[in-house]
């Protein structure tokens, strides 16, 4: 049975639902959830009993059309029905904007959002990955991005706030500047899904500035603050021309009688969703700092109802995954199929004190045993990126991660106008430490002149890995000690000679290469072994050069019982 389940993980680019892992499960019973990014606090109770009683009639008679939904919603939000378009998810959206607004190439941080990668690949486009960096803790230079957008040519950029899986957050007037001196493109597309949970500034936003531009779409999500995913509602903000284009192309019925019964429900629930939205961000300061007590566990400062962590050295994330479904019943997300991320890396929920608890102890047990400070082994074979869409994996084995064709691939010489990639090396993360007030987030360069290039810092070498203890590796792959090495005599005691010779020296025991990869597509489902390798992806970790000081804009207070949490972050009463 747990071989069943874990097997659930290794069919696609994304986690399998909850409804396949509790078939699976053989109870009937799901485990805890700290994969879904899910608000666990709302709805209440008594909103759920009441969805409950009213069952029947929801899914017998058809729902009211989009329009009449949207038309709720915007009046909910202080938003013109005009510049919104509601989707059956955010991800319906993200293909409709796709195949409407997306022409050629598509700039993205990675890693980030899979949909945002492999949907305009799957379409065709070129998608151009600006890597973050983990040494400088997964945050966004806009500078930096803005001048990778330029040197590629990219016609539409991407922006996730806060990013998923890491949780960094950009400032509104970062966000603006980034908007303006990208109005020569095609699109910019700002993903709001998340900001609900972000506390680090009173109204963080951009939406009214969406409008008012020509080019550019912000997308949030309902599921996600809303804590129910399965309802499938999401909704997009830009000016009336855009927000149409999408609109007139969406099913007058694409939403279900269950978004619309949730969304004509909300005006009277508004405080309660408030506090719930307190309880997140007071919650996942909590489980940062109890998985912080973790030895050798990186916890990265997030905005998001999620943290990003890194596993001690030698822990391997599909293991951890697996043993802790399998022996604790608790789902957690590895995230070594996500481009530009690793298998050392999971995105745990933000969830209840409680769980937090049963997480923390499970997550001890798995790492360490009975003591601390043995991780769980490597596999052998190692774990490379794999999107589960054989099309997806194809283009990116034979692009250098930024969705460029590799000069060798086409028998061409250096890309015109790209500097030749840095060495991939591995940075250090920022440590939780490094958080001010306790609500850490990746600072962005709000002060800087857009889109000024920077100059690009030398690549810092990679460390050295340890090497395995003698007596477990392979008598052929252990390295001839130096003190084997032929003494060289010193040039004092040289006889002088017009060109003397070098002088022979014992050079140590090769170590094996490892057998190449079969070469071809990845039929679907299967990893990527031969493809991008996630240093790859990510390229040169060397530090970021200093980015400007960020105070958080002090907290304004929050809506009381009479005034409904603005999703758009207008008239929020302070």
Same mark, same amino acid.
């Given at each position: 049975m747990a071989g069943s389940v874990t097997s659930l993980f290794r069919s696609g680019a994304h986690s399998p639902s909850m409804a396949a892992l509790t078939r699976e499960g053989?109870?009937?019973?799901?485990?805890?959830?700290?994969?879904?990014?899910?608000?666990?606090?709302?709805?209440?109770?008594?909103?759920?009993?009441?969805?409950?009683?009213?069952?029947?009639?929801?899914?017998?008679?058809?729902?009211?059309?989009?329009?009449?939904?949207?038309?709720? @919603?915007?009046?909910?939000?202080?938003?013109?029905?005009?510049?919104?378009?509601?989707?059956?998810?955010?991800?319906?959206?993200?293909?409709?904007?796709?195949?409407?607004?997306?022409?050629?190439?598509?700039?993205?941080?990675?890693?980030?959002?899979?949909?945002?990668?492999?949907?305009?690949?799957?379409?065709?486009?070129?998608?151009?990955?600006?890597?973050?960096?983990?040494?400088? $803790?997964?945050?966004?230079?806009?500078?930096?991005?803005?001048?990778?957008?330029?040197?590629?040519?990219?016609?539409?950029?991407?922006?996730?706030?806060?990013?998923?899986?890491?949780?960094?957050?950009?400032?509104?007037?970062?966000?603006?500047?980034?908007?303006?001196?990208? /109005?020569? @493109?095609?699109?910019?597309?700002?993903?709001?899904?998340?900001?609900?949970? /972000?506390?680090?500034?009173?109204?963080?936003?951009?939406?009214?500035?969406?409008?008012?531009?020509?080019?550019?779409?912000?997308?949030?999500?309902?599921?996600?603050?809303?804590?129910?995913?399965?309802?499938?509602?999401?909704?997009?903000?830009?000016?009336?021309?855009?927000?149409?284009?999408?609109?007139?192309?969406?099913?007058?019925?694409?939403?279900?009688?269950?978004?619309?019964?949730?969304?004509?429900?909300?005006?009277?629930?508004?405080?309660?969703?408030?506090?719930?939205?307190?309880?997140?961000?007071?919650?996942?300061?909590?489980?940062?700092?109890?998985?912080?007590?973790?030895? $050798?566990?990186?916890?990265?400062?997030?905005?998001?109802?999620?943290?990003?962590?890194?596993?001690?050295?030698?822990?391997?994330?599909?293991?951890?995954?697996?043993?802790?479904?399998?022996?604790?019943?608790?789902?957690?997300?590895?995230?070594?199929?996500?481009?530009?991320?690793?298998?050392?890396?999971?995105?745990?929920?933000?969830?209840?004190?409680?769980?937090?608890?049963?997480?923390?102890?499970?997550?001890?047990?798995?790492?360490?045993?009975?003591?601390?400070?043995?991780?769980? #082994?490597?596999?052998?074979?190692?774990?490379?990126?794999?999107?589960?869409?054989?099309?997806?994996?194809?283009?990116?084995?034979?692009?250098?991660?930024?969705?460029?064709?590799?000069?060798?691939?086409?028998?061409?010489?250096?890309? #015109?106008?790209?500097?030749?990639?840095?060495?991939?090396?591995?940075?250090?993360?920022?440590?939780?430490? /490094?958080?001010?007030?306790?609500?850490?987030?990746?600072?962005?360069?709000?002060?800087?002149?857009?889109?000024?290039?920077?100059?690009?810092?030398?690549?810092m070498m990679a460390p050295v890995p340890q090497m395995a203890p003698a007596a477990q590796m392979a008598p052929a792959a252990q390295m001839a000690p130096v003190a084997q090495?032929?003494?060289?005599?010193?040039?004092?005691?040289?006889?002088?000679?017009?060109?003397?010779?070098?002088?022979?020296?014992?050079?140590?025991?090769?170590?094996?290469?490892?057998?190449?990869?079969?070469?071809?597509?990845?039929?679907?489902?299967?990893?990527?072994?031969?493809?991008?390798?996630?240093?790859?992806?990510?390229?040169?970790?060397?530090?970021? #050069?200093?980015? #400007?000081?960020?105070?958080?804009?002090?907290?304004?207070?929050?809506?009381?019982?009479?005034?409904?949490?603005?999703?758009?972050?207008?008239?929020?009463?302070?």
């Open positions: 053989g109870d009937g019973t799901g485990p805890v959830d700290f994969c879904i990014p899910c608000n666990p606090y709302f709805p209440t109770p008594a909103m759920m009993e009441t969805m409950a009683a009213r069952l029947k009639d929801i899914i017998t008679f058809y729902p009211s059309s989009a329009d009449t939904i949207t038309a709720e @919603l915007c009046q909910l939000l202080q938003l013109p029905p005009q510049a919104v378009a509601m989707g059956n998810g955010s991800t319906e959206l993200i293909t409709w904007i796709d195949h409407l607004l997306v022409r050629e190439s598509l700039a993205i941080p990675v890693p980030t959002f899979g949909r945002w990668t492999d949907q305009p690949m799957e379409t065709g486009k070129r998608v151009d990955m600006f890597p973050l960096q983990e040494s400088n $803790g997964f945050a966004l230079d806009l500078s930096q991005y803005a001048e990778f957008i330029r040197k590629r040519g990219t016609r539409v950029a991407v922006i996730c706030n806060p990013n998923n899986p890491d949780g960094g957050f950009l400032h509104k007037q970062a966000l603006v500047q980034f908007m303006d001196a990208m /109005a020569d @493109l095609d699109l910019v597309v700002i993903d709001e899904s998340f900001l609900e949970f /972000a506390d680090a500034e009173a109204e963080p936003s951009v939406v009214q500035e969406a409008m008012l531009r020509p080019n550019v779409i912000v997308l949030r999500s309902l599921g996600k603050n809303f804590g129910l995913h399965g309802i499938r509602f999401g909704y997009m903000v830009a000016n009336p021309s855009l927000a149409g284009k999408v609109r007139s192309m969406l099913p007058k019925w694409n939403l279900n009688a269950f978004a619309e019964y949730v969304v004509f429900m909300l005006k009277e629930h508004g405080a309660e969703y408030a506090q719930s939205l307190r309880q997140v961000r007071k919650d996942r300061l909590e489980m940062a700092s109890q998985l912080a007590t973790l030895p $050798g566990l990186t916890v990265y400062p997030s905005q998001g109802n999620f943290l990003f962590v890194r596993l001690p050295v030698g822990a391997e994330g599909t293991v951890v995954r697996d043993r802790m479904l399998t022996e604790h019943r608790i789902l957690v997300r590895e995230c070594g199929n996500k481009i530009g991320s690793s298998s050392r890396f999971l995105r745990l929920v933000v969830r209840p004190e409680v769980d937090v608890r049963r997480l923390v102890s499970a997550m001890e047990q798995v790492l360490y045993g009975t003591r601390r400070g043995a991780a769980v #082994p490597e596999l052998s074979t190692g774990t490379s990126y794999s999107s589960g869409t054989a099309a997806v994996d194809r283009l990116v084995s034979e692009t250098n991660g930024a969705g460029l064709q590799l000069a060798q691939a086409v028998g061409a010489g250096p890309v #015109p106008g790209l500097a030749a990639a840095p060495a991939a090396g591995v940075g250090m993360p920022l440590p939780v430490a /490094a958080q001010q007030g306790g609500v850490g987030m990746p600072m962005p360069a709000a002060a800087m002149q857009m889109p000024q290039p920077q100059q690009m810092q030398q690549p090495m032929a003494p060289v005599a010193p040039a004092a005691q040289m006889a002088p000679a017009p060109a003397p010779a070098p002088m022979p020296m014992q050079m140590p025991t090769p170590v094996p290469a490892p057998a190449p990869a079969p070469a071809g597509p990845t039929p679907p489902g299967v990893p990527a072994r031969g493809g991008l390798t996630a240093a790859q992806v990510r390229g040169m970790t060397a530090p970021a #050069p200093p980015v #400007p000081d960020l105070a958080p804009a002090p907290a304004t207070g929050w809506p009381n019982a009479q005034s409904w949490p603005n999703a758009a972050g207008m008239g929020q009463a302070g």
